[in-house]
């Protein structure tokens, strides 16, 4: 099992390599169990809405035939360098929010299989221009998009003592979030924090000594989330992708934080995000998918291992009715 794990990444970053990116842009988790996941079928259309340095796209291009068709989102323009010599693939310069309204605009009413990897990618948290990582002294940016928003130093500068409370409860799930946000208020009222080595000053003195490095994290996801405004993106991208995918088509998410997996989780099972299934005659519940795994899938030990950054990650496959 390790052999073939390591075999896997060592043929995705290869595949990078020869993309023309200096290095590795980014090693994607459960590689093979989301490809597989998609069931991809030769003549089909898919989508790969989260493009990036194109290790997705190359697997599902590998599959498809001639006929096949792959569209691929990023609105990141570093990933534009990535774009395979194919002509069965097109790239989409965009928020994979707006996944409706380009295949409309590229003539597709329906597709066979979307496939969305949330995780940041390892160019991003790499790059300390990017602002992504608590290890780099780069601007506190974050933005995906670098091009429009608000960027995590104008979150902080800028919001209210009670949003920014919100803001670390809710994305961050710190316990300390109301003092936190009140150090930083005061802290940006003598001096803006502008870099990431500004906000690590400030919140140190809130991370345990066993766990400081967890509470970093934490602290920057909770910033990155609103400035990309993710989670209300995954809503509509969901929503969409049950509108636009065959009967028989799979939805395939990997998530890489419990917000994100929650709400998959509830939306492959009710096809909405209260929960809520409406039953029928029989009293069985009305449901727009078929589940392909109840227990969520995470990587294996072995590839851990081989990707430590892998850890995290959570795969779950939905069939549309």
């Known amino acids: 099992m390790l052999f073939k794990t390591v075999t896997t990444i060592l043929a995705v970053v290869n595949a990078l390599k020869m993309s023309k990116i200096e290095g590795c842009y980014h090693i994607p988790a459960l590689f093979d169990e989301s490809l597989n996941g998609l069931n991809i079928q030769s003549s089909g259309v898919y989508v790969d809405l989260t493009f990036g340095g194109g290790s997705h796209a190359r697997g599902i291009l590998d599959r498809l035939g001639n006929k096949g068709k792959l ?10 360098a990535n774009i395979p010599a194919d002509n069965r693939f097109v790239f989409v310069r ?3 929010r707006y996944l409706l309204n380009f295949m409309r605009y590229h003539g597709e009413s329906q597709v066979n299989g979307i496939l969305a990897d949330l995780g940041v990618s390892f160019h991003h948290f790499d790059d300390a221009t990017r ?3 608590f290890r780099f002294d780069g601007a506190l940016d974050m933005r995906m998009n670098n091009r429009a928003g608000k960027t995590a130093a104008d979150i902080l500068n800028t919001s209210p003592e009670e949003t920014l409370a919100s803001v670390f409860h809710l994305y961050g799930e710190l316990a300390s979030a109301r003092k936190l946000a009140a150090r930083i208020v005061e802290t940006r009222a003598a001096s803006p924090i502008r870099t990431a080595t500004d906000l690590l000053h400030i919140v140190k003195p809130f991370a345990g000594r066993d766990n400081e490095k967890k509470f970093f994290a934490q602290v920057f996801q909770a910033l990155r989330i609103p400035v990309n405004d993710e989670m209300q993106a995954l809503r509509e991208m969901l929503s969409q992708a ?5 009967p028989g088509g799979r939805l395939v998410v990997i998530t890489y934080h419990s917000l ?3 709400l ?3 939306f492959f099972r009710a096809g909405n995000f209260n929960g809520e299934s409406r039953p029928d005659f029989f009293g069985n519940k009305l449901t727009p998918f078929r589940l392909i795994n109840n227990k969520v ?8 291992e081989a990707n430590p950054r892998a850890r995290s990650a959570k795969l779950r496959i ?3 009715k």
């Open 94 to 96: 965009s928020n994979f």
């Open 264 to 266: 998959v989780k509830i």
């Open 131 to 133: 602002g992504f990582s």
């Open 297 to 304: 899938i995470i990587p294996s030990a072995e590839e851990i």
């Open 318 to 320: 939905a069939e549309k």
């Open 71 to 80: 569209y691929g989102f990023d609105q990141d323009a570093d990933a534009e």
């Open 260 to 262: 994100e997996d929650r």
């Open 242 to 246: 049950l509108h636009i995918l065959k």
